[in-house]
């Protein structure tokens, strides 16, 4: 068997020659790999990387869709980025953007926006169920954040999705109870071809209104809470996670050409380069992870943003987390994860009472605060009067004086003259 000989990570190794490799081969890396300088970007951002960094702090970003876009927009403000999704405004991008997870509940923010087109249904609804509605005044807020982006930062979280069988509109989560009607109310996995023409559709809205603006997708590495298919949530998660991970990639490659569209492996960062990357639920990443997911983007996306040396710093940090949780465990103190729940929901109930009372004792400051202030006015206003009448007692005494000298001289002179 011919073999033919290449280099990785410095290293000479051999690989069968039989078969043409094509004209671009990128390995798989090995544990070695890890300690390169160049890691990240050999292995993991190998084209994906921008030609250059166009992300500035006078950026108009707005970032919704599944948790990467949340993280990323609080990151970003925290860092003094301009995150139109991070101000004041009545968008549902804003109010509820990580949880407008599927392509096509994505799809429609843009259409309503831009194309004034409202579903017929209730599809929108907040994450205790309420209902959203179609307000005119909130799609012109949605207009305006949209026509104001030079980046759209949009993550894709899930393939499942709940749809009315009558007009086939698709649903931002599961219906509410109360709202289910078992005669239309149906659900499904959405196809790879559904979840391409959607990401096509997408760019094409963005880029009619928006010609000019960056495009950044990722996918979210959060799992499945729970399937709604009779198979385990494991395998319904890889199946849901694969759906949109490859439609996104045949999109990409259909789309070479746009230079203003962009990926972000968020994904594959989360899921490949840690071991111990998942809490106790096995659902949320741990800070160190996020972080450096965090990082990655400002490092290669962001102008000045962070140094090379600065992110393998930060990736350094957390792979010798990820190895410390790996050895010692999860720092649960041998709680289960229930209980590791119910203590967090008690500690938010008491950070919450303290905050009330805090605000009831800064409420009482104020009033007592009022009330001195009143007192010094209306002993202001009394000595006012005070000194209004003594200064017209003494105007008085003055004349009455004036008056008497008067009469006395001419007394005197009465009496002088016989």
């Given at each position: 068997?011919?073999?033919?000989?290449?280099?990785?990570?410095?290293?000479?190794?051999?690989?069968s020659g039989t078969f043409f490799r094509g004209e671009s081969t990128n390995f798989h890396p090995t544990n070695d790999s890890f300690s390169q300088p160049?890691?990240?970007?050999?292995?993991?951002?190998?084209g994906w990387e921008p030609s250059s960094k166009f992300v500035t702090k006078d950026t108009p970003i707005v970032a919704f869709g599944s948790c990467f876009?949340?993280?990323?927009?609080?990151?970003?403000?925290?860092?003094?980025?301009?995150?139109?999704?991070?101000?004041?405004?009545?968008?549902?991008?804003?109010?509820?953007?990580?949880?407008?997870?599927?392509?096509?509940?994505?799809?429609?923010?843009?259409?309503?926006?831009?194309?004034?087109?409202?579903?017929?249904?209730?599809?929108?609804?907040?994450?205790?169920?309420?209902?959203?509605?179609?307000?005119?005044?909130?799609?012109?807020?949605?207009?305006?954040?949209?026509?104001?982006?030079?980046?759209?930062?949009?993550?894709?979280?899930?393939?499942?999705?709940?749809?009315?069988?009558?007009?086939?509109?698709?649903?931002?989560?599961?219906?509410?109870?109360?709202?289910?009607?078992?005669?239309?109310?149906?659900?499904?996995?959405?196809?790879?071809?559904?979840?391409?023409?959607?990401?096509?559709?997408?760019?094409?809205?963005?880029?009619?209104?928006?010609?000019?603006?960056?495009?950044?997708?990722?996918?979210?590495?959060?799992?499945?809470?729970?399937?709604?298919?009779?198979?385990?949530?494991?395998?319904?998660?890889?199946?849901?996670?694969?759906?949109?991970?490859?439609?996104?990639?045949?999109?990409?490659?259909?789309?070479?050409?746009?230079?203003?569209?962009?990926?972000?492996?968020?994904?594959?960062?989360?899921?490949?380069?840690?071991?111990?990357?998942?809490?106790?639920?096995?659902?949320?990443?741990?800070?160190?992870?996020?972080?450096?997911?965090?990082?990655?983007?400002?490092?290669?996306?962001?102008?000045?943003?962070?140094?090379?040396?600065?992110?393998?710093?930060?990736?350094?940090?957390?792979?010798?987390?990820?190895?410390?949780?790996?050895?010692?465990?999860?720092?649960?103190e041998g709680l289960t994860y229930s209980e590791i729940r119910r203590l967090r929901s008690e500690e938010k109930r008491e950070k919450r009472r303290q905050?009330?009372?805090?605000?009831?004792?800064?409420?009482?400051?104020?009033?007592?605060?009022?009330?001195?202030?009143?007192?010094?006015?209306?002993?202001?206003?009394?000595?006012?009067?005070?000194?209004?009448?003594?200064?017209?007692?003494?105007?008085?005494?003055?004349?009455?004086?004036?008056?008497?000298?008067?009469?006395?001289?001419?007394?005197?002179?009465?009496?002088?003259?016989?």
């Amino acid at each position: 068997m011919s073999l033919f000989e290449y280099v990785q990570d410095g290293e000479v190794k051999k690989a069968s020659g039989t078969f043409f490799r094509g004209e671009s081969t990128n390995f798989h890396p090995t544990n070695d790999s890890f300690s390169q300088p160049n890691f990240l970007s050999d292995y993991l951002m190998k084209g994906w990387e921008p030609s250059s960094k166009f992300v500035t702090k006078d950026t108009p970003i707005v970032a919704f869709g599944s948790c990467f876009a949340a993280n990323i927009s609080n990151y970003l403000h925290s860092r003094g980025y301009n995150v139109l999704t991070k101000k004041d405004n009545r968008a549902y991008i804003t109010r509820m953007g990580d949880g407008i997870v599927n392509t096509s509940a994505i799809l429609q923010q843009f259409e309503w926006a831009w194309l004034n087109k409202a579903p017929e249904g209730d599809l929108w609804h907040g994450y205790k169920a309420q209902e959203f509605g179609y307000e005119e005044s909130v799609r012109l807020d949605t207009k305006a954040l949209l026509d104001s982006a030079g980046l759209f930062v949009i993550t894709l979280g899930l393939s499942e999705i709940w749809y009315d069988e009558v007009s086939g509109e698709v649903f931002w989560r599961a219906v509410p109870k109360d709202k289910y009607d078992p005669s239309r109310h149906k659900f499904r996995v959405a196809t790879h071809a559904e979840t391409l023409a959607n990401l096509e559709a997408i760019r094409s809205i963005i880029r009619k209104f928006r010609p000019d603006a960056h495009i950044l997708f990722s996918v979210s590495p959060i799992p499945l809470t729970a399937t709604f298919r009779p198979v385990s949530c494991l395998t319904a998660d890889a199946v849901s996670k694969a759906i949109i991970r490859g439609a996104l990639d045949e999109f990409l490659r259909n789309n070479d050409k746009d230079e203003c569209l962009h990926y972000m492996p968020s994904y594959e960062a989360v899921t490949r380069l840690f071991n111990n990357q998942w809490t106790v639920d096995r659902r949320h990443i741990h800070p160190h992870v996020l972080r450096f997911n965090m990082q990655m983007f400002e490092t290669f996306f962001c102008n000045p943003g962070l140094t090379s040396e600065q992110l393998a710093e930060t990736f350094r940090s957390a792979t010798e987390e990820d190895l410390k949780i790996g050895m010692n465990g999860h720092e649960s103190e041998g709680l289960t994860y229930s209980e590791i729940r119910r203590l967090r929901s008690e500690e938010k109930r008491e950070k919450r009472r303290q905050v009330r009372i805090q605000e009831r004792i800064n409420s009482r400051a104020a009033e007592r605060q009022l009330k001195i202030a009143e007192r010094k006015d209306q002993v202001r206003s009394k000595g006012g009067i005070v000194a209004t009448v003594t200064a017209r007692i003494a105007v008085g005494l003055l004349a009455l004086q004036g008056a008497l000298a008067l009469v006395f001289d001419w007394t005197i002179l009465a009496v002088a003259v016989p």
